[in-house]
């Protein structure tokens, strides 16, 4: 085992720490390190904080959105799939088979303004004509959380899996009953929550109060108190504490890379919606200022390791790889 | 969740009349006759099928033994082997890619870079860079994909095959290999598709080399032809092949 370990060693550790190196280097736009100096770090920080601010908002609303399409896909398939489960889960993650590339594409495709769907709602006089989706926060959330779901499925299934299914029969003997008046207030609230990011993030970051985003909120809040408080107790209670720990590895490893990624944001996107991977994406391979760029993906590791460092700490004795 | 594939599949069949292929106007068959009637699109394919292929042998090679130590010995240091694997997946792709950008540069010129590693290796970027760092990510997932495959039943039939007089290869032969043998292939075919799928990753490793997604991207700001299309339903077909030869695969020679 010790060629993979060298292999990791070498090519994965040592390039991080390089990065990091990188980062406190005094050379401006020098390709490596010379001297020590925190330069790039207040010149990054002064000058790309948005894009930031667009990397947390746009890839936690995307993560939200992935875990509201996959959660509920991986339950269903996992406990009413029967004998075709395989088939099933085969089926919710071949259409990530294709090209990242080719996907993010039929998304800009699908999002045309005169594409499948905006272009029967103009011909039929639906939406204005200059209505536009494409270019917007909402095609980049919407492109993003679709690569995203195939993150959230596979782990929340295996965690879903590994339920004991005589635990949730007694389960369902012993608490019957739906989650009723409680579940609906706080479904109303989370709902609420899950609304204010979505209209927070969709508005590019600005607390929008107009009639439309108030009707938006209420909606939301209305249709998580009716999802709330239909679920059933029994699921409540032994289900869900049981695949915690499964649902937490699926958040880290969907809302990792969601940080990270520049290709939705630089093809559905516009100037504004620009994440941190954009900038880092640029600075490396066009502007080629190594130190900036170093100093901006030292961040992101930095966040991503204290997430880790977060999961860790709470997963305890539990071994990792066992999530995975 | 089909949408996205039916679009690209729909949106092959399509002759746009313009450059940019984001409009239905003429069902056309032209690009799937004339698949590689794009300048330079059958070298790219031809080079992201090289590396796709390589950089799954490697992670194989590397990866079969790690896990399977991982599941089969307790160790000093197993915890840390563990987290090892366990972060590649963790860490964002870009970071990764940046890290190996860096290193290439630097190991033309900077120690210690340039004396431990073999000049030429890294730099200039090219077919290497990417085979690298996909071999990187993919050794992750055979790791996984292996040591799932130890499990106690293995271990059981084990001891019992030494019980019963095996000598060593003869208990490797026998309940190792088609034990640990269904881990390895899905983890191998994993790492081809991953890697024919990445883009991040050969962003920054691929220098000017001309590899599917990368120079895709590029064409794109100044053509879409459907052709791009094409390719990436031929390449959902291969990839469903493959996975569901895997999936069979599993299923036939498992232990369970």
């Keep these: 085992m010790a060629p993979a370990a060298i292999w990791l060693v070498v090519f994965f550790l040592a390039p991080l720490v390089q990065v990091v190196r990188l980062s406190f280097s005094a050379d401006e736009f020098g390709l490596t390190a010379k001297g020590w100096s925190l330069g790039s770090y207040t010149a990054a920080l002064g000058a790309f904080l948005p894009n930031l601010a667009n990397s947390l908002t746009i890839g936690l609303l995307a993560t939200t959105v992935a875990f509201l399409v996959g959660v509920p896909l991986a339950y269903g398939i996992s406990f009413y799939g029967g004998r075709r489960r395989a088939l099933l889960l085969f089926l919710a993650v071949a259409p990530f088979l294709t090209s990242y590339l080719v996907r993010v594409i039929s998304w800009q495709t699908l999002l045309g303004a005169s594409g499948p769907v905006l272009g029967p709602l103009k011909s039929l006089g639906l939406v204005g004509d200059r209505f536009v989706v494409m270019g917007t926060s909402f095609s980049v959330v919407a492109g993003l959380s679709y690569q995203l779901i195939p993150f959230v499925i596979l782990p929340s299934y295996a965690a879903f899996q590994r339920v004991d299914r005589d635990l949730c029969a007694a389960a369902a003997d012993l608490y019957s009953g739906r989650w009723g008046a409680r579940g609906a207030v706080l479904g109303s609230v989370l709902g609420l929550a899950v609304g204010m990011l979505a209209v927070y993030t969709l508005s590019g970051r600005r607390l929008d109060l107009s009639p439309t985003a108030a009707l938006a909120l209420l909606a939301f809040a209305m249709v998580g108190a009716l999802v709330a408080a239909s679920v059933t107790e029994s699921f409540l209670h032994v289900v869900l504490p049981l695949s915690v720990p499964g649902l937490t590895a699926a958040g880290v490893l969907t809302f990792i890379p969601a940080l990270g990624d520049y290709v939705n944001a630089a093809l559905l996107g516009n100037v504004r919606t620009q994440m941190l991977g954009n900038v880092i994406q640029t600075k490396f391979l066009t502007e080629l200022d190594y130190a900036g760029a170093a100093a901006l993906s030292s961040l992101l590791l930095a966040i991503t390791l204290a997430i880790l460092g977060l999961y860790l700490h709470r997963l305890r004795g539990t071994a990792v790889l066992d999530l995975v | ?256």
């Design chain 2, 1 to 256: 969740m089909f949408a996205p594939v039916l679009v690209m599949i729909r949106y092959s069949l399509n002759d746009s009349g313009t450059r940019f292929n984001y409009v239905l106007h003429r069902f056309s068959v032209d690009a799937w006759m004339h698949p590689l009637d794009v300048p330079q699109l059958g070298l790219a394919i031809r080079n992201s099928l090289t590396v796709a292929v390589i950089a799954s042998l490697l992670a194989v090679l590397l990866g079969t033994p790690f896990g399977y130590a991982l599941g089969r010995y307790r160790f000093r240091g197993k915890s840390m082997a563990s987290s090892l694997t366990f972060l590649p997946l963790a860490t964002p792709e870009i970071v990764m890619g940046a890290g190996l950008l860096t290193v290439s540069v630097a190991s033309a010129s900077t120690a210690p870079f340039k004396t431990l590693l073999p000049e030429g290796l890294l730099y200039p970027l090219g077919m290497v860079t990417v085979v690298i760092a996909h071999a990187t990510l993919g050794l992750s997932f055979v790791i996984i994909n292996v040591r799932a495959r130890v499990d106690r039943e293995t271990l059981v039939l084990e001891e019992a095959a030494k019980d019963l007089g095996a000598i060593a290869p003869t208990v490797f032969r026998t309940i190792w290999l088609p034990a640990l043998w269904p881990g390895v292939v899905s983890g191998g075919l994993l790492v081809f598709a991953i890697s024919l799928d990445d883009f991040v990753l050969t962003n920054f490793t691929a220098g000017s080399t001309v590899m599917f997604p990368t120079w895709a991207y590029g064409l794109l700001r100044r053509e879409l032809p459907p052709q791009v299309d094409v390719v990436g339903v031929m390449m959902f077909a291969v990839s469903l092949v493959a996975v569901i030869a895997a999936g069979a695969l599993g299923r036939r020679r498992g232990v369970r």
